[in-house]
């Protein structure tokens, strides 16, 4: 049995993991409210532009054009890969990073063996792991801060670099990885096609459109495939921030659940240790009961 020096040294070190884990959860917690808070207020924006984007296409019967959704064979692509720049959050990046792996194994497996995919990383964590791991793609680092100010106007740059990009045929398909974002407890990693816009079909008729025949028109003015040159670029980057919004909830979320998980190991430790030093205490007193016993019987036998 170890002992009490050891013991004592070793509740010392748990109980000062255990405040650092303690006052990592709460500024966690403090952090993810308002991550939360972003994300559910852009959500609804993000599903408004998308449910015009459905109705607009619904009436040009199938035949949008948009650069944007223009379907090529993919010689040249980019996988956008969104990572913390900070550990301590459970499986929270290799979960994301997985996403992104499965795709380019997968997907991107020819693109990348010529050499012809681009990794673009916005978070630290996800460029240390690629810049070792992938020597024949091509990894960008100009982002991995992007976090540090998630505004619009500034997430917005990013993506319009990465939709002239699409234009100028640099590359044929953009696919990013990220976390989407549920609760606290709950996220999931995800890899969505961003770059060409998939293909909508027109909503399914509901009860009243069946029953009348009726079916809604829309006049657009100037045109409609004028007013989409102007409303998907939008949609991308509404969609583009959203990507981001969710990963960083969902970063604070899983460190929180991490470090709330961590604070209650510590006290598990805590109380297998203290059992521990109470037995080695035990034991110290008994054998030096012991000692002044036979101490005395040998001066009475003296």
């Known amino acids: ?137 091509t990894i960008v680092s100009d982002y991995v801060n992007l976090f540090d100010d998630l505004s619009f106007d500034n997430v917005a740059k990013v993506s319009q670099i990465l939709m002239n990009d699409f234009e100028n045929g640099d590359f044929d398909a953009i696919d990013i990885a990220y976390m989407r974002f549920k609760n606290a407890a709950v996220q999931f990693p995800e890899n969505e096609q961003w770059l060409p816009v998939a293909k909508q079909e027109a909503p399914a008729a509901t009860k009243e459109e069946k029953q009348t025949g009726y079916r809604a028109e829309y006049i657009f003015e100037p045109s409609k495939e004028g007013l989409l040159e102007h409303l998907v670029p939008s949609i991308l980057k509404t969609t583009f921030q959203k990507y981001l919004l969710d990963t960083h909830a969902s970063e604070h979320g899983a460190r929180m659940t991490a470090m709330d998980k961590a604070t209650e190991n510590a006290d598990e430790l805590l109380r297998g240790l203290k059992i521990s030093y109470n037995k080695a205490r035990q034991e110290a007193i008994t054998n030096e009961i012991l000692e002044i016993v036979g101490g005395a019987a040998a001066l009475e036998e003296g």
């Open 1 to 137: 049995m170890a002992n009490l020096k050891e013991v004592r040294d070793r509740i010392k070190s748990v109980q000062n993991t255990k405040q650092i884990t303690k006052a990592m959860k709460m500024v966690s917690a403090a952090k993810l409210r308002r991550a939360q808070q972003a994300i559910q207020q852009m959500r609804p924006y993000a599903d408004k532009l998308n449910d015009m984007l459905v109705n607009i296409l619904s009436n040009l019967d199938g035949d949008a054009n948009t650069s944007f959704g223009t379907e090529r064979p993919v010689v040249r692509a980019c996988q956008v890969v969104v990572t913390s720049n900070r550990g301590l959050a459970g499986a929270f990046n290799s979960n994301v990073i997985k996403a992104a792996v499965a795709n380019i194994d997968t997907k991107f497996a020819e693109v990348h063996e010529r050499g012809d995919l681009v990794i673009l990383c916005i978070g630290k964590k996800g460029y240390e792991y690629f810049k070792k791991r992938y020597p024949k793609a």
